[in-house]
């Protein structure tokens, strides 16, 4: 049987967060549909447009792209910039793949994020809610994944 992975991309602060989970295809036998195979943040600031794309290759490393079985990205309220680059990888890399795109709202993810014990990283919050709705059935078209400016 193939392993299947999930990844975040959480692009709208000047910290780039990436995380990959692996999927257990046992979920009905074990409430944890997704362990967290590997995470990583690097302070970019202004130069996360630049140098997402290396960060992205380097993290993915040996994974194979038919691995993914979703992706999940942060659709803001964030930097605009960031927001945006983010938001064109992953509807590339999920239009290329033909897999789903979570397009998730920050303030979600942070509310997520806070409800744990532990706390989780934005990024392993993006992850939670993904799978979440991953398990229950949902499956987004990249298309569905548009950016927030503004509420």
């Known amino acids: 049987m193939t392993t299947s992975f999930a990844l975040a991309l959480h692009t709208t602060t ?11 295809p046992n979920s009905d036998r074990n409430p944890q549909i997704y362990i967290i195979h590997k995470q990583q943040s690097w302070e970019l600031g ?17 994974h194979s792209w038919n691995d ?7 659709t803001g309220i964030g930097s605009f910039t960031g ?9 590339t890399i999920g239009e290329q793949l033909n897999i789903p795109v979570y ?13 744990s014990t532990p706390n ?3 990024s392993e919050s993006l992850l939670a809610i993904a799978c979440d709705r991953w398990q229950a059935g949902i499956y987004p078209s990249w298309q569905d994944a548009l950016p ?4």
């Not at 397009?103 to 409800?115: E, K, L, N, W, Y």
């Not at 927030?148 to 509420?151: A, P, R, T």
């Open 14 to 24: 000047t910290k780039l967060e990436l995380a990959i989970a692996e999927i257990n």
């Open 46 to 62: 202004r130069k996360l447009s630049v140098q997402l794309h290396d960060c992205l290759g380097l993290f993915v490393g040996d």
């Open 68 to 74: 993914f079985a979703f992706l999940a990205i942060a």
């Open 83 to 91: 927001t945006r680059i983010g938001i064109v990888v992953a509807r």
């Open 103 to 115: 397009g998730i709202d920050c303030q979600t993810i942070v509310s997520r994020a806070q409800q």
């Open 120 to 122: 989780l990283s934005l």
């Open 148 to 151: 927030i400016y503004e509420q």
